[in-house]
């Protein structure tokens, strides 16, 4: 069975900084696809970015950019000039190829202080 | 783009009561959809899948006569907790992946938060 493991449970970062969040997983399987997503508020469930693990070039989507080490089995996100609305729940996630469910790590509260 | 509308987004009842959550992929079809629960300040535990036209597949220690899954439509699965007690009391959130592959987005509905009395 493949797990997903968030060691940090929160984290706090002045507005502008830079702060990573870490994420490990494990798996035996070599095909997968790995993600994270964000849980504000609201609770609503927004995908912030993801990472297919055949791809060796880390994945960047403007101010978020991941650090995918697969021989580690680590995935990390990284925050750039950190918003006061990227304060949310983070949530790292695993599927495997061939299949659609989602394992999820247990999160990290992020909080973006002014 | 696509949206994934959950209902009720809130229900409060009593013991003993059976409530239906309903979770619909607007602009698309959802062959598969999933359905999660959410303890307070906790990560997203996956209860079941829903299949379209068949019987739902149920994760280990989800009790499958407490929680029935049906999916009659491609774009409507319903979730409901039979005889609910107040141990039921959770937040509740669907999901449907928009296409076949696994690497595509999963559309998540807003979540029920679920009070029994």
């Given at each position: 069975a493949q797990t997903v493991t968030q060691s940090q449970p929160e984290m706090s970062v002045q507005e502008a900084e830079t702060v990573t969040l870490?994420?490990?997983?494990?798996?035996?399987?070599?095909?997968?696809y790995l993600f994270w997503y964000k849980q504000p508020p609201s609770r609503q469930m927004i995908l912030v970015i993801r990472q297919e693990a055949y791809k060796q070039q880390n994945a960047t989507e403007n101010r978020f950019s991941v650090n995918f080490q697969k021989a580690a089995k680590s995935f990390s996100l990284k925050i750039s000039d950190s918003q006061l609305g990227d304060t949310a729940m983070y949530f790292c996630a695993f599927a495997l190829q061939g299949a659609q469910k989602l394992v999820f790590g247990q999160g990290t509260r992020l909080t973006i202080n002014p | 783009g696509?949206?994934?509308?959950?209902?009720?987004?809130?229900?409060?009842?009593?013991?003993g009561t059976s409530v239906k959550i309903e979770c619909r992929s607007l602009d698309f079809q959802a062959t598969t959809m999933f359905w999660y629960r959410q303890f307070p300040k906790q990560s997203l535990m996956l209860m079941a899948t829903s299949n379209e036209g068949s019987k739902a597949t149920y994760e280990q220690g989800v009790e499958k006569d407490k929680f029935l899954i049906n999916h009659a439509s491609l774009t409507l699965s319903t979730l409901t907790v039979t005889s609910a007690h107040p141990e039921d009391s959770s937040f509740y959130i669907c999901s449907?992946?928009?296409?076949?592959?696994?690497?595509?987005?999963?559309?998540?509905?807003?979540?029920?938060?679920?009070?029994?009395?």
């Open positions: 870490s994420c490990t997983y494990d798996t035996s399987e070599s095909n997968y | 696509a949206v994934v509308s959950q209902h009720p987004s809130w229900v409060i009842c009593k013991s449907a992946p928009q296409g076949a592959q696994s690497n595509q987005p999963q559309h998540f509905g807003d979540g029920t938060r679920l009070s029994i009395l």
